[in-house]
């Protein structure tokens, strides 16, 4: 029956589940060479786990005590099998119980099962001796029943399977006694049943055979090979029949052990004694030597304590005639903290979201230590400065946990350093490094990097023109840190903002999609939203002001007199006027702004270069000098008024001055406009205008007397000022002070002549604090005009005069 089936019969008889104990530890018994996927047990059936589970909680065996893994799990249907071959003489040699001892880990949450294999011994090996043949010197005065000790054979095996007996091949002089030493090892003594005969027979040829017990039965054999010498009658005798000796682990070589001294009481060569080691398993013949003369015992090899603690061997003392005696030589070995400690990664999220929250799981730490008792406790750390800490958990295990809230955008990646370290003496550490990533997440909006912007663009701008650029940053990654910019929906004047202005989405530029009129609207603000691409997306927005500045691209408007072409109004100026006396003014606006409404008035034409001048920013035109009977009656004015802009921008008009002091000498002028070639006739019809009107005389006297009566206004004919209704005026003039908008201190009203359908005569008067608002001077009754000169009593005339107003 060969060795498959033996196997076989014993898997189906020796593997059983053996108990559950209340810590969750499970043990099998199988036997030894089992085929690799044979089964041990249903562990998850054992242990009550949930089958479904075991793949989602990544169920696995690790090793306890060494690093191979001679047993697998598989997920699907929870059997234990055998991965790796075992061999029980492989993993604890003669020892009388040889136990296997697994681990199942599971995660999520984690847990740790303890499985004990116990592994029975077949009978797979043969008993061997040492030598190929033992030689064996017996004196021939050796007595009947003398006993000489055999060579022991060696069996790997156990129990029942190890070396059971011995017999002996049939002879005339020896018979064999079988004896059993300390742990049940079974040697081999002749036993001499005949007294010896060197003159007939000097050397005997035995065949000794050694059986185990197992099924099949296996034997060895060796030849002994008896040589008859002369008579020696005393053994070599040791000290003590047991040594002990301590040794500490890692000794150097050379290191002596102890000395073994055996005396003999013979003399000569008879007490020559020679010492050797009598049996010496395999795996320690090379870890020590013994001085054949001096029985001095030193370090051969490595000795290390995790691998054998402990040393049991026979050590012989013979003489040189072949007496030989035993004695037992016991070396225990001391651990010192030689192994550091190994710290393994079992597990680990990798990367990592930023909004776990802390105390998350996210690696499983387990730390081993080959030495023994205070050497092997072990404590574990993290280095500080990082999210991060270290919760023991089961055994030698310890989870990774999140200590605070992660930010990708501060920290990326993390070189998590742990730390292990005994409690030898001296301590003895090791560390690992583990890597640990952040994955982003849309946390963070765009921030612009302003609080607010502000450009500036001319009027009259072309359209598609780049006004200015809005810039937003996220920190966060790829599509979450990806910033789009639009507008935001509204209006300006009315109108949609998208019709004023657009954005690009990728840069941020701000365009101008019309063209701008400062004369319109000066500034305008528009809000920008900076959007990113996460899922949801978050977004912030920024105001962007508009100024538009002004260009000069508007003419000076003359609102007094009126442009050519309409009704115009004519000044009178009495024969009397002084120089320096307020005659006229000209009122002008211009709808830019700035400079480019700042405005110059000059006289560029009129009809007698020296009579008058005109204010270089007010526009009032005065006299020169005093009036003399030699002017002309009629004077003509053009008058330029021109802006400051760049280039300047001018607009002309024509004022139309008459010297008489009586109305009556006002002809009915249908065309008083003034022209070269008729200023003659002007002249006259004004000489006998005023010759014919006698009644005037008596207005020039009231006049005087008003006068009289307002001394402190001297000039109260000449220092007023156009009243102009609002209407004239522009709705988006500049309001320049001084340089072409309208000033409070003058206020004109128009008094009609008779001729009033085509010509427009005017007294000019000064309001001062009286001065009525502008557009209320053009509705004064004759009342309001006789409260203006006074208690005199106004004429008829006058009455007249004003009642056509």
Not at 314 to 322: E, F, H, N, P, T
Request: with cysteine.
């Amino acid at each position: 029956m060969g060795y498959s089936t033996f196997a076989l019969h014993c898997g189906l008889a020796f593997i059983f589940l053996a108990f559950h104990p209340v810590n969750g530890d499970v043990s099998y018994s199988i036997p030894e060479e089992m085929k690799r996927g044979s089964l041990i047990g249903n562990i998850a059936k054992d242990l009550g786990l949930d089958l479904g589970r075991l793949s989602a909680r990544k169920a696995r065996i690790d090793a306890e005590d060494n690093n191979v893994q001679y047993c697998g799990v598989n997920l699907n249907t929870g059997n234990l099998i055998v991965q790796e071959r075992i061999d029980r003489e492989g993993l604890c040699a003669k020892k009388a119980s040889c136990v296997l001892k697994q681990e199942l880990v599971l995660e999520n949450p984690l847990e740790l099962h303890r499985i004990n294999i116990r592994v029975q011994d077949i009978n797979d090996n043969s008993p061997q001796f040492k030598e190929e043949s033992l030689k064996i010197e017996i004196q021939e005065s050796a007595v009947k029943g003398a006993r000489f000790l055999l060579g022991e054979a060696h069996d790997g095996d156990i129990g029942e399977n190890a070396v059971q007996g011995y017999s002996l091949q049939q002879n005339d002089h020896f018979k064999l006694n079988v004896n059993t030493k300390g742990g049940g090892r079974k040697y081999g003594e002749l036993f001499l049943d005949k007294e010896l005969d060197r003159e007939e027979k000097n050397e005997i040829v035995l065949l000794l055979t050694a059986f185990d017990g197992g099924s099949p039965q296996r034997s060895g054999t060796v030849v002994i090979r008896v040589t008859v010498l002369d008579a020696n009658d005393n053994v070599p005798v040791f000290s003590q029949s047991v040594y002990k000796a301590s040794l500490p682990e890692n000794s150097p070589l050379d290191t002596i052990v102890l000395s073994m001294t055996a005396t003999d009481a013979d003399d000569g060569l008879n007490s020559e004694i020679t010492y050797g080691f009598d049996h010496v398993s395999d795996e320690n013949s090379d870890v020590f030597s013994l001085h054949p003369k001096t029985g001095e015992v030193r370090v051969a090899g490595i000795i290390d304590y995790e691998k054998v603690s402990s040393y049991e061997m026979q050590i012989s003392a013979k003489d040189s005639l072949g007496l030989v005696s035993y004695a037992t030589l016991i070396i225990e070995v001391t651990d010192i903290n030689d192994n550091a400690p190994v710290i393994h990664l079992k597990s680990l999220s990798n990367p990592v979201p930023e909004n776990v929250s802390p105390g998350t799981e996210v690696g499983i730490i387990n730390v081993q230590d080959r030495d023994s008792e205070n050497n092997r406790q072990v404590r574990c750390s993290i280095q500080q400065g990082v999210p991060f800490k270290l919760v023991p958990s089961i055994k030698n295990y310890y989870s990774l946990v999140t200590t605070g809230q992660l930010d990708r955008e501060l920290v990326s990646d993390y070189n998590i350093t742990i730390t292990a370290t005994d409690e030898g003496s001296p301590p003895l550490s090791s560390s690992k490094t583990v890597q640990l990533s952040v994955a982003d997440i849309n946390d963070n909006p765009p921030v612009f990097e302003e609080q607010s912007y502000s450009t500036y663009v001319t009027e009259n701008n072309k359209p598609g023109s780049t006004l200015c650029s809005v810039t937003a940053r996220d920190p966060d990654w790829r599509q979450n840190g990806t910033v789009i910019y639009s507008l935001l929906p509204g209006e300006v004047n009315g109108a949609p903002v998208s019709s004023y202005l657009s954005v690009n989405g990728d840069t941020g530029v701000i365009h101008a999609v019309r063209s701008f009129d400062y004369e319109q609207f000066r500034s305008f603000k528009v809000h920008v939203m900076a959007r990113d691409n996460g899922s949801p997306p978050l977004s912030s927005n920024v105001t962007v002001s508009v100024f538009i500045s002004d260009v000069n691209d508007n003419s000076p408007q003359i609102l007094y007199p009126a442009p050519e072409g309409n009704s115009f109004m004519t000044e009178l100026i009495p024969k009397a006027a002084h120089g320096g006396s307020l005659v006229s003014k000209v009122i002008a606006v211009d709808a830019d702004s700035g400079q480019n409404a700042w405005l110059s008035y000059h006289i560029v034409k009129s009809t007698d270069p020296g009579l008058f001048t005109i204010g270089l920013h007010s526009g009032e035109i005065r006299t020169q000098r005093d009036i003399s009977e030699s002017d002309s009656m009629k004077q003509n004015l053009i008058v330029s008024v021109k802006d400051n802009g760049q280039p300047s921008l001018s607009a002309t008009c024509s004022m139309y001055l008459l010297i008489s002091d009586n109305l009556a000498e006002v002809p009915e002028l249908k065309d008083i406009s003034y022209d070269e070639k008729n200023s003659k006739l002007t002249s006259y019809l004004i000489i006998a205008l005023v010759s014919v009107s006698t009644f005037f005389l008596t207005f020039i006297i009231i006049i005087l007397g008003v006068r009289f009566c307002r001394r402190r206004k001297p000039r109260l004919l000449f220092d007023g000022a156009v009243a102009i209704p609002s209407a004239y005026l522009p709705p988006n003039y500049a309001d320049v002070d001084g340089t072409g908008t309208l000033r409070s201190a003058y206020n004109y009203d128009a008094y009609l002549t008779t001729g009033s359908r085509t010509s427009d005569f005017k007294f000019v008067t000064s309001y001062n604090e009286n001065t009525l608002p502008a557009d209320q001077t053009l509705r004064k009754s004759p009342s309001d005009f006789a409260d203006v000169f006074g208690d005199c009593d106004a004429s008829p005339e006058l009455e007249k005069a004003v009642s056509r107003v």
